[in-house]
């Protein structure tokens, strides 16, 4: 079972950066509480999530989002295959 803390928050940061995605905390009034600027490889969450919230928009995004293993470090791809966090169009 996926734990909801500031370690796993960080290991799911992490392995957005690996892919090649800028991560942005910001102020906004976002719909689903992020956007995705799918050009840039910019993600930008609503800061005033908690933990909870803005693990669960990144796992979502992920889920989306096409990603390379290979550009992944061994513990982040671990960290991946441990939650099945795995992207619905890999590369």
């Known amino acids: 079972?996926?734990?909801?803390?500031?370690?796993?928050?960080?290991?799911v940061e992490t392995l957005l950066n690996e892919a090649g995605?800028?991560?942005?905390y910001e102020k906004g009034n976002f719909i689903a509480g992020y956007?995705?600027?799918?050009t840039r490889k910019v993600i930008?969450?609503?800061k005033y999530f908690d933990i909870d919230a803005r693990t669960n928009s990144?796992?979502?995004i992920?889920?989306?989002?096409?990603i390379d293993e290979n550009n992944l470090s061994e513990s982040s791809r671990e960290f991946m295959h441990q939650y099945n966090i795995i992207a619905l169009n890999p590369v």
């Open 62 to 66: 992920i889920s989306r989002l096409p």
């Open 58 to 60: 990144l796992l979502e």
């Open 21 to 24: 995605y800028l991560l942005r």
């Open 44 to 46: 930008v969450i609503n």
């Open 1 to 11: 079972m996926f734990k909801y803390t500031a370690a796993n928050l960080k290991k």
């Open 35 to 38: 956007c995705i600027l799918e």
